[in-house]
Nanobody, 124 residues
Framework: QVQLVESGGGLVQAGGSLRLSCAAS????????MGWFRQAPGKEREFVAT????????YYADSMKGRFTISRDNAKNTVYLQMNSLKPEDTAVYYC?????????????????WGQGTQVTVSS
């Protein structure tokens, strides 16, 4: 059974940092792009960042550039999201996802497997 399990969410003050992890089990995703998305209450799921299979290529949503960093460790079948300079508007449930291709995409429908999400709350 394929599982993606996110961890590392929590409550942080504005300006603080969090590091999210997403551990995959059931199969290896070393040949797949991985992505992070988020969903705030009452809003659609939105793209955060994606990383290619090798880690050589990353792509971020404009509002995350310079603040968030996506990385991966294929030996551990794990992808990370380092979030710095957090803002209250970053509050959301953050999801990791495994893409169906080598390179990532900002589109939700390009991802086949999803984690259950981890809550990130940024207080002002």
């Amino acid at each position: 059974q394929v599982q993606l399990v996110e961890s590392g969410g929590g409550l942080v003050q504005a300006g603080g940092s969090l590091r999210l992890s997403c551990a995959a089990s059931g199969r290896t995703f070393s040949s797949n792009a991985m992505g992070w998305f988020r969903q705030a209450p009452g809003k659609e799921r939105e793209f955060v960042a994606t990383i290619s299979w090798s880690g050589a290529t990353t792509y971020y949503a404009d509002s995350m550039k310079g603040r968030f960093t996506i990385s991966r460790d294929n030996a551990k079948n794990t992808v990370y999201l380092q979030m710095n300079s957090l803002k209250p508007e970053d509050t959301a449930v953050y999801y990791c996802a495994a893409g169906r291709r080598y390179v990532g995409s900002p589109r939700v429908n390009e991802y086949d497997y999803w984690g259950q999400g981890t809550q990130v709350t940024v207080s002002s």
